[in-house]
């Protein structure tokens, strides 16, 4: 028998803006191969969480996903829904929303992020009292000048991909300090699950490190800086396969009359961000275009060049989004059009 280290993710009730939470349960087992159905439903205090009152304060967690800890000796992440005390999900439940149960809609979220410093509590790369360099050298930079938080971004991806997770790649982002990283999945309930085990795994590492990690899309506030978003690419079987202008167009068009729908599960404070400048569109705009970063939503030019066979980028949602919300309401206006 071996004790297995099983830590629990959930998100908690906060508005605008859920936050992981978590717990470790250990656990006694022979053999134990890292499954599902190895494990069983848990339950916390969710009058500590918003999301539920002292009386009745328990809400249940039951597993959807499981991964390898790489942190930890025995130890694996669980990715949890959290329900109602009758199995029913719970009003903070994004996940239970996504209709999406064949799998047939894909995935590639890329998630825009700060390393801001606990002692400062500016962006790395940062002084005290002023600004660096203007943007222009970070993107994509290397060396000690412009390049900073390069051996967190380093560890948090080898830990995302002994973990498991689709992880497809990073590259240091147009402001100083601030960073991206990709990930891929088959399913939208899978995409989501990683994106969320991909942050909890870059929140714990910032611990030893005395960073935290700033999701506000517009962290620097009305300045020259770029905020953070967290590009939604996705596709179906049609999108992949129909090899019609006509089609892709029909479906960016379905956007247009849902936009309010869109904006209000794409991350608070993305009026900040969503400006028209800064490689966005303006959040009370709706436009799409090949190979156009303006847009809200931008066709690649690959598929064109493939025969009109492909995805498509939604570009409007923020870095604090929920990728479970975001994920349900492109999957209804997609949909919609067919």
Request: proline share 4%; charged share 25%; glycine share 10%.
């Amino acid at each position: 028998m071996a004790k297995i280290k099983l830590e629990y993710l959930w998100l908690d009730g906060y508005v605008p803006t859920q936050n992981l939470r978590s717990k470790t349960k250990v656990e006694e087992h022979e053999n134990f191969q890292g499954t599902l159905e190895e494990i069983g439903n848990w339950s916390f205090d969710g009058s500590s969480t918003r999301q539920a009152e002292g009386g009745s304060s328990d809400c249940l967690l039951v597993p959807v996903a499981i991964y390898p800890d790489p942190a930890r000796i025995n130890g694996y992440l669980v990715m949890c829904e959290v329900m109602n005390a009758d199995g029913t999900p719970h009003a903070s439940n994004g996940r239970a929303t996504i209709d999406d149960d064949n799998d047939d809609f894909w995935f590639g979220f890329e998630q825009e992020y700060f390393i801001m410093d606990t002692k400062t509590l500016l962006p790395l790369g940062f002084p005290i009292g002023g600004y660096p360099a203007p943007q222009g050298m970070y993107y994509c930079s290397v060396g000690g000048k412009n390049t900073h938080g390069r051996k967190l971004v380093e560890e948090h991806a080898d830990l995302c991909i002994d973990a498991g997770l689709n992880f497809e790649g990073i590259n240091q982002e147009v402001a100083a300090g601030q960073w991206e990283y990709q990930l891929f999945a088959k399913g939208a309930k899978k995409a989501g699950d990683e994106i969320w085990v991909s942050r909890y795994l870059l929140d714990r590492l910032t611990e030893k490190h005395g960073y935290y990690i700033e999701y506000h899309p517009k962290p620097l506030g009305d300045t020259d800086w770029n905020g953070s978003g967290m590009h939604a690419n996705f596709s179906n079987e049609v999108l992949r396969t129909c090899g019609s202008r006509e089609t892709f167009e029909k479906i960016c068009e379905a956007f247009r009359p849902v936009t309010k729908e869109h904006i209000a599960v794409y991350g608070a404070h993305n009026e900040e961000r969503l400006t028209g400048k800064h490689e966005t569109a303006s959040i009370h705009d709706f436009s799409f275009g090949i190979s156009d970063r303006g847009c809200s939503i931008r066709i690649p030019l690959m598929v064109v060049q493939k025969g009109w066979k492909g995805w498509l980028e939604d570009r409007r949602p923020a870095s604090n989004g929920d990728p479970y919300k975001i994920a349900a309401r492109i999957i209804k206006t997609v949909k919609s059009a067919l």
